[in-house]
């Protein structure tokens, strides 16, 4: 009889307790997960920022200053960051309304769209890249598409083209910005829409003024994972550009396995690495500036 008791009152002194001493279980319980972080990405990181300004056994800057006085280093980063922008942006465009309608449903049909979003995620990224080199040929389905449609009298050069290269991108990382705002969305109270209507709220006021700033934190979220996967995405570009268009890391990849330069694979990872780093921060603090206040 008295064990009960006894569980309660120490699951109040657990809550009751200091934040230091509440911390403490959670802090073993994130040991694994932490420690499995510092050995597959801490410490390789490590190892190849000190790659970057290490030559011959002492501390150098000499590769960021060749890297950054190259104009090709500089194409390579406008390439890299011009193709994430154009998929983030027609992820946004193509996924927002998506998203809406994917909330919107009910039942069987939402269940269903949830699926043909997410079972292609089971795809290997290598598969849906080969799939995309027959679909953008001159014979391919979109050329047949926009020939039959009218778009074009004849077919146009799709394949290793940025043209190309996109829309095989955007195929795959739209779902990373279907799902972040499908799950806001699905947060909505339809209420809210509802007084602002009968308040003489037009539609395009009800969304810019209720609907985007609600559904901002799930925006920057998918804008988040799209451009971080999309600006150090290698298979993609390779598959469907070759030659023809270098990225941040294909030049790593090219630095390493063929030219055999650390020092250049190095610095590029750096920079790739600064990019990626810039966009989570930028992200983290738009999250915090939408987040409504308590």
């Known amino acids: 009889m008295s064990t009960a008791p006894a569980s309660l009152s120490a699951r109040a002194d657990l809550v009751l307790a200091p934040p230091r001493r509440r911390l403490q279980p959670v802090a073993l319980l994130a040991l694994p997960g932490a420690g499995y972080l510092a050995l597959a990405f801490a410490a390789p990181l490590a190892l190849l920022l000190m790659a970057s300004v290490i030559s ?87 050329n047949r598409a926009l020939v039959g449609l009218g778009a074009v009298d004849a077919p146009v050069r799709l394949l290793f083209t940025e043209s190309g290269l996109v829309l095989g991108a955007v195929n795959v990382f739209l779902p990373f910005m279907v799902l972040p705002i499908f799950s806001v969305v699905k947060l909505i109270d339809p209420r809210l829409l509802d007084a602002a209507a009968t308040l003489g709220s037009s539609p395009l006021h009800r969304f810019f003024r209720v609907t985007l700033p609600l559904t901002m934190p799930g925006v920057i979220a998918g804008v988040a994972f799209v451009f971080s996967m999309s600006v150090s995405m290698y298979v993609i570009p ?57």
Do not use: H
Request: hydrophobic share 60%; aromatic share 8%; charged share 15%.
């Open 56 to 142: 011959e056994g002492r501390p150098t800057l000499a590769g960021y200053r060749t890297f950054l006085a190259d104009p090709f280093s500089w194409t390579v980063m406008a390439n890299t960051i011009r193709s994430a922008g154009l998929i983030t942006l027609i992820c946004l465009v193509a996924g927002y309304p998506a998203a809406f309608a994917l909330a919107r449903a009910a039942g069987l049909l939402q269940a269903a769209l949830l699926a043909a979003l997410v079972l292609p995620l089971s795809v290997g990224v290598v598969v849906k890249a080969f799939a995309w080199t027959i679909l953008l040929r001159s014979d391919g389905v979109v």
């Open 238 to 294: 390779t598959l469907l550009m070759g030659d023809r268009f270098k990225t941040l890391s294909v030049l790593i990849a090219r630095s390493f396995l063929f030219m055999r330069d650390r020092s250049v694979g190095s610095t590029a990872s750096v920079m790739l690495l600064l990019i990626a780093v810039a966009v989570v921060v930028a992200s983290a603090l738009l999250t915090r500036r939408w987040q409504p206040s308590r």
